[in-house]
């Protein structure tokens, strides 16, 4: 917030006569960031040899701000960015027409899937992120 202080002369070209009247002006500015929420982590699972296309995961936000209706939000890395094997910070900021932004993160785990099979009512996936192996089992 700031303030302005305004001061009027009005002389009479005749006379020696004036008044003068002042007039402080209070201006208030957003300095509340969007409030923005991320997702939680996520695993998207990959073939040996293939990348992950990142998604776009701004249309699913929910953001909202206190002053203006125009949000920017950006996404890092950027979506259809391919990414390898392993954990990645995805940061997503928004920003609203003052200036002001405020960011959230999630992680992405992209495992490879080392091998998938069907056994009796059950659809089994081995994955590995170079340190762990896991068997998922989803029911048929």
């Known amino acids: 917030a700031g303030g302005l202080l305004l ?3 009005v002389g009479d070209s005749f006379c020696t ?11 208030d500015f957003d300095e509340i960031p969007p409030l923005i929420g991320c997702p939680i982590d996520i695993e998207e699972t990959i073939e040996f040899g293939n990348a992950y296309i990142l998604t776009n ?3 699913s936000l929910e953001v909202s701000d206190n002053c203006t209706d125009e949000i920017i939000i950006t996404q890092e890395p ?10 990645h910070r995805i940061t997503l900021t928004a920003a609203d027409e003052a200036g002001n932004s405020s960011s959230c993160f999630f992680m992405l785990r992209i495992p ?7 056994s009796g009512n059950y659809f089994i996936t081995i994955v ?11 029911k048929i």
């Open 128 to 138: 590995g992120d170079g340190d762990t192996i896991v068997r998922r089992m989803t």
């Open 17 to 27: 006569s004036s008044s003068v009247a002042e007039r402080e002006i209070h201006i």
């Open 7 to 9: 001061s009027y002369a």
């Open 57 to 59: 995961y701004i249309p």
């Open 78 to 87: 950027e979506s259809y960015t391919e990414l390898a094997e392993g954990s």
């Open 112 to 118: 490879i899937a080392i091998d998938q099979f069907s």
